[in-house]
């Protein structure tokens, strides 16, 4: 396909797939909120090398913010979005509005119990809730194949794939590694509304996690220690709130007080009010 067409309704986007399908085509899906950088992009190119048609989703999604968090502030550029998708190989891009995604009287919920209590969870509640309930909903209209997951959300990650085994959603996960600035810092749509202050500060996260997973592949088992050095390195950074620093379980996400599995190291710190995660495997 050329240009990347923006398909606003949900039976648009149902008619182009549907004919996509019929002619024996794979189709890989990008959900994604909009404001791309590369860790998008990263996600829409590893979707164009294995599949025939590429659906990237931009919505906001309402029910995944909860009120006091930044859904009027989130960034939006879909014009620049539209570009970009199609530039890292999108053959459609589907950007519904929000009446079109949630009838009046929607009172349907795809809910994930255990893994969604902790880390991200904890800190943002319904936040799980919404994501699952979204994501549910754009696997219904878009009948991907493959859906492609950044490991920078391993939580969300772990609770799509959950959901997927679960409900026997008939779609495969294929998580994409972290894509990271220069300087270490993860890539995210958050990062523009860092000050430059925040922002010079902001590559302590990375920095903090590498040290941590340098000393438990030196040996360190005990995860009080490196959790403490991390929040050590950010109690330097003035501008840094930790919300939580957690090392989980891979699998389960649960808290281990022994690092002798594989494991998770995984933050989340205020700037302001920009709530910036990150995490490592170790
Ligand atoms: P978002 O637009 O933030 O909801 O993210 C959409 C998708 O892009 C999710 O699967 C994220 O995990 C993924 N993503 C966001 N930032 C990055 C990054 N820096 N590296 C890799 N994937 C990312």
């Known amino acids: 396909m050329a240009a990347a067409g923006c398909i606003e309704t949900i039976a648009g986007l149902r008619a182009e797939l549907d004919a996509a399908r019929a002619r024996g085509a794979s189709i890989g899906f990008v959900p994604t909120m909009g404001a791309l950088h590369e860790g998008h992009l990263a996600l829409i190119r590893a979707a164009r090398e294995r599949d025939d048609v590429v659906v990237v989703s931009i919505f906001v ?22 570009a970009l998708a199609e530039g890292a190989g999108a053959d459609l891009v589907f950007a519904p509005p929000a ?55 391993a939580q969300q990650l772990a609770v799509i794939k959950r959901m997927v085994r679960d409900l026997d959603m008939r779609v495969e996960i294929v998580p994409c590694a972290t894509v990271r600035e220069p300087d270490g810092l993860a890539m995210s749509s958050r990062n523009v509304r860092l000050s430059p202050a925040e922002r010079a500060q902001a590559p302590v996260l990375y920095r903090a996690l590498t040290a941590a997973r340098l000393a438990i592949e030196n040996g360190e088992r005990d995860a009080e220690r490196p959790k403490a050095d991390i929040c050590a390195a950010l109690a330097d950074a003035d501008l840094a709130t930790i919300d939580y620093v957690e090392i989980v379980d891979a699998d389960s996400l649960e808290p281990v007080t022994t690092v002798d599995r594989p494991c998770l190291i995984a933050l989340a710190v205020f700037f302001g009010d920009v709530r910036l995660i990150d995490n490592i495997t170790v």
């Open 61 to 82: 999604n309402p029910t995944q913010f909860n009120a006091s968090e930044d859904l009027q502030k989130y960034p939006r550029d879909l014009a620049r979005d539209l």
């Open 99 to 153: 009446g079109e995604m949630y009838l009046p009287g929607a009172s349907t919920w795809v809910d994930v119990e255990g893994l969604t209590e902790g880390l991200c969870g904890a800190a943002r509640p319904g936040h799980f809730r919404g994501v699952c309930t979204v994501v549910t909903k754009l696997f219904n209209i878009v009948g991907p194949h493959r859906a492609y997951f950044g490991e920078k959300d």
